[in-house]
Nanobody, 125 residues
């Protein structure tokens, strides 16, 4: 059974940090396109950081460049999102996702078939 489970969300003050984790089971991450997405109330789901290809380098949406870092541990079948200098506009439900390998590097949520349940990140003073 394919499953993705996120953890690590919460409430943080502006300028703070959080680290999200995503545990995959039922498949191996290195055979899929994988990435992190977020969805704020009333907004479309957007790609935040997506892994480019086998070299695991990552594309980031402009709004998080220099603040967010996505990483992966293929041995543990895990991926992570380190979020620093968080801003109120980063408030959203964050998801990890996986899809067919041909979509590696895609920011489009429709290219991803498997989703975690989401974890809420709230940035507020």
């Amino acid at each position: 059974q394919v499953q993705l489970v996120e953890s690590g969300g919460g409430l943080v003050q502006p300028g703070g940090s959080l680290r999200l984790s995503c545990a995959a089971s039922g498949f191996t991450l290195d055979n899929y396109a994988i990435g992190w997405f977020r969805q704020a109330p009333g907004k479309e789901r957007e790609g935040v950081g997506v892994f480019r290809s086998d070299d695991s380098r990552t594309y980031y949406v402009d709004s998080v460049k220099g603040r967010f870092t996505a990483s992966r541990d293929d041995a543990k079948n895990m991926m992570y999102l380190q979020m620093n200098d968080l801003k109120p506009e980063d408030t959203a439900v964050y998801y990890c996702a996986a899809g067919p390998k041909r979509y590696r590097g895609s920011y489009y949520f429709g290219h991803y078939d498997y989703w975690g349940q989401g974890t809420q990140v709230t940035v507020s003073s």
